[in-house]
């Protein structure tokens, strides 16, 4: 029997502009869509045009095989809106691009807030090091999916 976990995902959650915070999507059926180069580079775009539009400050990003792990400051948005922003928008992108239909993310997201006494670059560093600890690469410049403010 699954049970739906949205809800307990958003108990508590609460958005502090000018807080960074982690953020972690997943696919719907942790699908492995972004193995597709192109897919994962449409949800690259839907982030980059919330951060040029200054929503979001983007910190450091990681799109793996069938989740997203992204490092943001909040700027003008709250949290549930910048990710329902992205998912709708890149779901669209990516079903147009398929020429199909249906679900692309699961419901849902996970946030974590940054708190003072941690390093937002060990944060950083954690999340660019998903491919080299999933095992998809041997040095990070291999993977294609990643980006971080300080390189």
């Known amino acids: 029997m699954k049970i739906y976990q949205g809800k307990r995902l958003r108990k508590g959650r ?20 972004f193995r597709d180069l192109f897919l994962g580079r449409l949800v690259v775009a839907e982030m980059r045009e919330v951060t040029e539009r200054k929503l979001v400050e983007s910190l450091a990003w990681v799109i793996m095989p069938d989740h997203v792990h992204w490092l943001v ?21 990516i079903n147009r691009h398929k020429t199909s239909s249906g679900p692309v993310w699961q419901r849902g997201f996970h946030d974590h807030a940054i708190r003072a006494e941690e390093d937002i670059r ?6 660019v090091a998903n491919p080299l600890r999933a095992g998809l690469v041997r040095k990070l410049g291999d993977y294609p999916l990643w980006d971080a403010i300080w390189l």
């Open 122 to 127: 060990d944060v950083a560093r954690y999340v």
């Open 14 to 33: 609460f958005s502090e502009i000018h807080r960074p915070y982690l953020l972690t999507t997943v696919t719907f059926e942790r699908q492995r869509i």
């Open 73 to 93: 400051t909040l700027r003008a948005v709250d949290l549930g809106t910048l990710m329902n922003r992205i998912k709708s928008r890149s779901a669209v992108a």
